[in-house]
C-alpha cells in the first residue's frame, strides 16, 4: 500500500490539466482491457459469480486446485 501512497501523492502534486491528461491515458488503456474478453466469456463469468455467491457453486479445492496448476500439492 505504501507504493500506491506514493503514487497518489505525486498525482495530487501535478496540475489539474496534466491529472486530467494523466487519467484520460489510463481510461484509454483500460478500455482496451475488454477486448480481450468475448461477451460469451463474461456472461460465463457473470453467471459463475452468481452461483458462488448464492452457495450453488462452492468453486474447487485447494487440493484441486493444485492437482491442475502444479501437477501436485504444494507444500
Known amino acids: 500500500m505504501t507504493v500506491y501512497n506514493e503514487i497518489l ?3 495530487q502534486t501535478l496540475s489539474i490539466t496534466d491529472q486530467n491528461r494523466l487519467f484520460q491515458e ?3 488503456r483500460f478500455d482496451n482491457l475488454d ?3 468475448t461477451d460469451e466469456d463474461l456472461a460465463e463469468s ?3 459469480w452468481q452461483n ?3 452457495g ?3 468453486g474447487k479445492s ?7 496448476l502444479f ?3 504444494v507444500e
Open 35 to 37: 477486448d480481450d474478453f
Open 71 to 73: 501437477g501436485g500439492e
Open 9 to 11: 501523492n505525486q498525482i
Open 62 to 68: 485447494l487440493q484441486s486446485l493444485e492437482l491442475e
Open 26 to 28: 489510463l481510461k484509454k
Open 56 to 58: 450453488t457453486d462452492q
Open 52 to 54: 458462488y455467491l448464492k
Open 46 to 48: 457473470e453467471s459463475e
